[in-house]
């Protein structure tokens, strides 16, 4: 093994620390910005002007390549690690190159997680602020969201003129932190001075419908628009109530006005990387923004960006949902894989990861396969990246390549975790020659004039590889709705766990012979898609026993501590 | 009338997009600051480091002008107008003049006040991005607050080691909103995967005792200590349960390490202001951060900063809270008196206080006689500033000369809405040579070592003019328990209707025979004091029936509209 354990064991925080960033007016005149063209927050962290785009407009854009993952385990597989090592790794073969990622969310950063910046020598820096506050995008989220419920209680409270049930309010409260016992709440008690009373919910930042706004629109005016489109409830004769009914989306647009802007950090290797944006990939599409997507793509010749959860999930949101509305195509996919997950695919238990096992990892590499497949067919080139981990031995690594081989997969092994850019250099020359010689036609799975029965069953059957889609009373009752409404022709926007190609979290590799059940619906009519959720789905996570806080605190000289 | 109507209607955000601001280091350069001491926030705004404290320990002290005013009208009495008029017009004298002042709520920006920076030619600038996320400190304490109330939650949910009676939590959740509907709810419902059902309300995020601590630590070190004595409930036994208990102080800290640091911004007039922390004048001491009226002492040769309310809510506690416990002492006092609300004072109904009424103001100026009277109890030298209105007729005018001739009261016109600056001019020499011919000595008008129940007796009667205290039966217990708690030393933090010297919001002018009912205690003890609260205090205010949110938009240019 190349890999020493001692250096494993550096916290990503010690990483950081250890590291020297470059004041980010030198990363931003690397890109051949002014100082007129972004705003400076600190010394490590800008916001980038929307003007750029408008002056940049006659530029070609540069190179998409999207980074997805296999079905993960819960701890995730280095998928945002292995796309800042990727960028790091083609500036190191002297291309112009540009990350585009989300940003964190405080909840799980204080929950479990504690940080989520990639790791190891590839993170996006300063790794402290971005898990924290950052720019204040999460902040002005939440009070946007929350603005718009205090508008709506306000409303009911002050005579209703708009006749809004309050029964059938749709638009919850949202905090940036794990609180679950906000989940079900009772809200407007005390008498009639203080409101009126009914039944509420909060759900963490990132599940709101305005991040997904937000990481959807175009421009300023895009981003009122769909704020206006907002559905916050129902009429009692059950007619959609929206933002524009309640006159709002002016000042919901101005809480927003700095959060629009893409926040431009670097790498610990000075790679510029927007980190911006970062909707829930359960409620939501999971993907960074709109805006800072094409930004970069005018600012580099090589842009990474990455997608949540799997490639089922994240990748097939990306496509369906982000490219379609933004215009985007990808150039090149990498689907991220570990030995790790490929052997829990292959049934070893979570505990039993590090030991050998070639048998679970020839019969968990169809979960692999699929993905690969599931790329394919939307006519994308892709290279998988093995994310090596110290456990990893040398015969699983030999097994995987023959595998590969066996059914011509193209693979790279990356380890930036432990070497940065240039644990990434292969993968990173495969895909510019990839890129260079593909001739496949992008396409989607699903055309947008379809019913949105027809496209959940596309998704689920072509990408999940389900024999159907069973679809709740409550559905049929909803789509019937969402057609009167004229909601029909939106994409969808799947809500599955994430840890498996069907709807049972428990079912790995590549399941067969399953259906698919749509329980409920939710119509995102500002966002711009319809979801679809199948099983419960947790819109406000709860802090584990020993929440990551405990262990978070500030030394006398002002440094982060406990962030990894 | 020298003053045009035609300009007074001029609304405050367009006179202040009609300013040109000077890039915010050139700000800090007048100040001797080098760019390693303060973090841009866009171009026109700053955090300044604490280290700059550090490094000018050695250097002598300004004088300090604390603004304070009578019993104001509902509309204010344009104290922060006053603050800045001044500021600039100690800079148009050729002194080193800094402002401190509060930032402003969010909630009430899009409530009924549509904005905080002052007004007319003496505002604080950008006036758009202080009045909405400014440099996001509120967010952070707003965050701070709410990890804290998760953790509680959570720590109960989990087993509840600490044994906290979940009836006896005090600790509120908060959002920087005018919420009414979240000022009474019931959370953790849903069954036992979502916590435990309770009890709970919201306040807004200036109403958190974080709030006050941030406002009055005098370090990074003194605020971790601070928050880890904040008392978030009781046991079944009754024994405070502190933060310390929960391990937590340093993720809170760690959350408001940038929330701490002043910040910086300029008035039209280019003087440099320091706006940081706004806790309510209500519940809390309702002055700006310690940190930064003493960074503004060390850079400036003269400091003006204000208190909430009127001189017996705000100088009060700015005098006995924040001066004593940060060692600071004003050199002059300056109380803002308009002859409109000297008339309501006097019995004039609101609607009628633009007609010229001179029995009114002659019965009305007792209460400013009171304040001024209090303020020499302090030992402190002092001027009114008779803030014009275009509604004060001439003979009004004579009058109130009249009056503060015969009762030897020190005076001066002001004019700094409509003229910045310029309008405060005379104001400010009155006040230099009145601090430079001071030779009182300033005295607390209660000591720390008195019991609670003698502090607030001594107010009442020496502030108020009241005949004594009504404590409750509750209260009565509760003076017990901080005894037994060992708190007793603390100062108390009244909180106070701020439209009269009584606990009456009808008793106008000087009231008299009175008694105050101090009806319930709240230990505040991370921030260091004990409110006494007399009377209903909101500490979550509602939105009106048609909220300033309605007038607030973005236009195509990306520029504010709708604040004031």
């Known amino acids: 093994m190349s890999v020493s354990t001692s250096k494993k064991y550096k916290s990503d925080l010690e990483i950081a620390n250890k590291s020297t960033m470059k004041h980010i007016s030198q990363i931003a ?26 002056n940049l407009k006659e530029q070609q854009d540069g190179k998409l390549i999207l980074v997805t993952a296999i079905n993960p385990t819960s701890a995730g597989e280095g998928k945002s690690t292995v796309t800042v090592g990727l960028g790091d790794a083609l500036k190191q073969l002297g291309e112009k190159a540009v990350i585009a990622m989300r940003e964190p969310s405080l909840g799980p950063v204080m929950g479990i997680k504690g940080g989520a910046c990639g790791g190891g020598y590839a993170q996006v820096l300063p790794m402290d602020d971005i898990n924290l506050h950052f720019t204040g995008d999460l902040h002005a989220i939440t009070t946007a969201n929350n603005a718009l419920a205090a508008i709506i209680d306000n409303h009911i409270h002050q005579g209703n003129a708009l006749n809004i049930d309050q029964r059938r309010i749709v638009w919850k409260r949202v905090v940036d932190l794990n609180d679950r016992a906000l989940r079900k709440v009772i809200i407007g008690l005390g008498g009639p001075v203080q409101g009126v009373p009914r039944e509420d919910g909060f759900d963490i930042t990132v599940a709101s419908e305005i991040m997904a706004i937000l990481c ?47 926040n431009l950090v670097q790498t610990i290797e000075h790679t510029p990387a927007f980190v911006h944006g970062g909707p829930f990939a359960n409620i939501a599409h999971g993907c960074n923004s709109v805006l800072a997507t094409k930004m970069a793509l005018k600012l580099g010749d090589y842009v990474v960006t990455e997608a949540g959860f799997g490639a089922d999930l994240g990748a097939e949101k990306f496509l369906h949902i982000k490219s379609r509305s933004a215009e985007l195509k990808p150039d090149a996919v990498v689907i991220v894989a570990t030995i790790r997950a490929l052997k829990m695919h292959g049934g070893v238990a979570k505990n039993e990861l590090a030991e050998e096992n070639l048998n679970a990892l020839r019969a968990g590499f169809e979960n692999l396969q699929k993905h690969c497949e599931n790329i394919s067919e939307f006519g994308l080139p892709f290279v998988v990246a093995l994310n090596r981990f110290v456990t990893d031995s040398d015969a699983e690594i030999a097994l995987f390549d023959e595998l590969c081989k066996q059914y011509d997969i193209a693979y790279e092994l990356t380890e930036v975790w432990e070497k940065g850019g240039e644990g990434g250099l292969a993968l ?74 069907s709807d049972d979290p428990s079912k790995l590799g590549k399941p067969e012979n399953f259906m698919i059940t749509v329980r409920e619906l939710k119509p995102c009519i500002g966002a711009g898609f319809i979801v679809a959720l199948t099983g419960d789905v947790m819109t406000m996570p709860g802090l584990p026993k020993s929440p990551a806080a405990l262990k978070m605190d500030i030394n006398e000289k002002g440094e982060a501590i406990g962030l990894f």
Request: some cysteine.
């Open 428 to 501: 990173a020359k495969k895909l510019i020659s990839v890129i260079e010689e593909n001739d496949l036609q992008f396409r989607y799975l699903y055309d947008l004039e379809d019913s949105v029965e027809t496209k959940i069953i596309n998704i689920a059957q072509k990408i999940y590889g389900a024999m159907g889609v069973d679809f709740s009373t409550k559905v049929k009752r909803q789509l019937q709705e969402i057609e009167k409404h004229g909601w029909s022709n939106l994409p969808v926007c799947m809500a599955k766990t994430q840890y498996s190609l």
């Open 216 to 262: 959807l629109a175009t421009s300023l005016e895009d981003l009122k628009k769909r704020l206006a489109r907002i559905v916050i409830g129902y009429t009692y004769d059950k007619q959609p109530v929206t933002v524009a009914n309640l006159e709002v989306e002016g000042a919901l647009a101005l809480l927003l006005k700095d959060a629009i802007c893409p």
């Open 29 to 54: 005149e690397s890109l051949q910005l002014t100082e007129e063209d972004y705003d400076l927050y600190g010394k490590y962290k800008a916001k980038v002007s929307l003007n750029v785009l408008d």
